[in-house]
């Protein structure tokens, strides 16, 4: 892996561009709106949280649920039909086969509110929609890359939570998986006060760029009022109460 390390990202960073849902697609869906955002993201979080799957499954999930949107129309009713089949078609594609739910525990945690018929005959609809390309290369899979191994589990919690912050918001379905990684992990950094020589030199490299200038200061922005759903969920232990440290940065 370390010898192709360059170029595995090169054509993860081929891959995320062709693979970014459309804002401006979303925009024009009649009863999804924008509004209604919060509501989606709490409850995909809350879908992948019970089913206990891993964190990449819900970045791609929810990729996968925003290219949807910027191609079909979805009706009200059908939401959280869709969005739960958008994470049970990431599960499949990233989890190992035992830890993949099945229609039953999808059902289970929705109330029985939708038939067998229904999650199946979404699930192709949502696949044949995507032209059965499923992979995108998530916020999860850059921070992989961009933290070394010796980085504390705190650290990679903390960034995580940035990341998940810019599920909320309209204005980052325009920024690639990478660019929001790399502004997390220098926000990151700053919150730990880590004097990095190579996070100075990657500030400086990407200083000229602006979109990576807007993206790192929504991403500054957005951590003074994060969404309490996603709060209260990295207020865990089991999180390194990621919220915690980074409400105690705010306040300062």
Known sequence: EDEYQQEIIENMKAMEASTLADASKIDLQPEITWGMRSEIINFMIYVHSNLRLSPN???????????YCSKRIILLEHRDLVSSTSISIAAKYLEE????????????IMGGEFTDFQFAETEIHILSTLGFTVGHPTCESFLDIIF???????????????CEMSFYHRDFLHFTSSMIAYSAKI??????????????ENLRLMAANEDFIHC???LANHI???SAYLHMKYADSSLSHAAQVVEIFVNK
């Open 224 to 226: 003074q009022k994060p």
């Open 216 to 218: 790192l200061s929504l």
């Open 97 to 108: 086969k035992r830890r993949t739910p099945t229609i039953n525990q999808l059902k289970k």
């Open 148 to 162: 070394t191994k010796d980085t504390t589990i705190t650290v990679r919690h903390v960034a995580r939570y940035l």
């Open 187 to 200: 926000l990151t950094l700053h919150i730990f006060n880590v004097q990095s020589l190579n996070c100075a």
């Open 57 to 67: 499954t819900l970045f791609l999930a929810i990729n996968i649920f925003d290219r």
